[in-house]
Nanobody, 127 residues
Framework: EVHLAESGGGLVQTGGSLRLSCAAS????????IAWFRQAPGKEREGVSC????????RYADSVKGRFTISSDNAKNTVYLEMNGLKAEDTAVYYC????????????????????WGQGTQVTVSS
């Protein structure tokens, strides 16, 4: 059974930092690309970052480049999203997703039958 569990969200002031974790079970990072998405109230879901252990590729949305860093600990089957310099516009529910053979070529939401999503973690940045 596949399970993705996000954690690390919370309330932080503008300019602060948070580290999100996506603990994955039932998927191999050799096969799956892990990506972070976010969705703010009234807005469309937005791709934030992705990482592929298969080809070593990472990708970031322009809105977070230079502030967010994605990394993976394959031994723990966990992907992290280090978020620094947080802004009010970063407020959203953050989701991690696992895409089979995704390759991290883009930040489109995966929708295959063997792709999976976590339940999300709330990040709130107060100004």
């Amino acid at each position: 059974e596949v399970h993705l569990a996000e954690s690390g969200g919370g309330l932080v002031q503008t300019g602060g930092s948070l580290r999100l974790s996506c603990a994955a079970s039932g998927v191999s990072f050799d096969e799956y690309t892990i990506a972070w998405f976010r969705q703010a109230p009234g807005k469309e879901r937005e791709g934030v970052s992705c990482i592929s252990s298969n080809n070593g590729r990472t990708r970031y949305a322009d809105s977070v480049k230079g502030r967010f860093t994605i990394s993976s600990d394959n031994a723990k089957n966990t992907v992290y999203l280090e978020m620094n310099g947080l802004k009010a516009e970063d407020t959203a529910v953050y989701y991690c997703a696992a895409e089979l053979w995704g390759g991290c070529h883009d930040l489109e939401p995966p929708s295959g039958v063997l792709d999976y999503w976590g339940q999300g973690t709330q990040v709130t940045v107060s100004s």
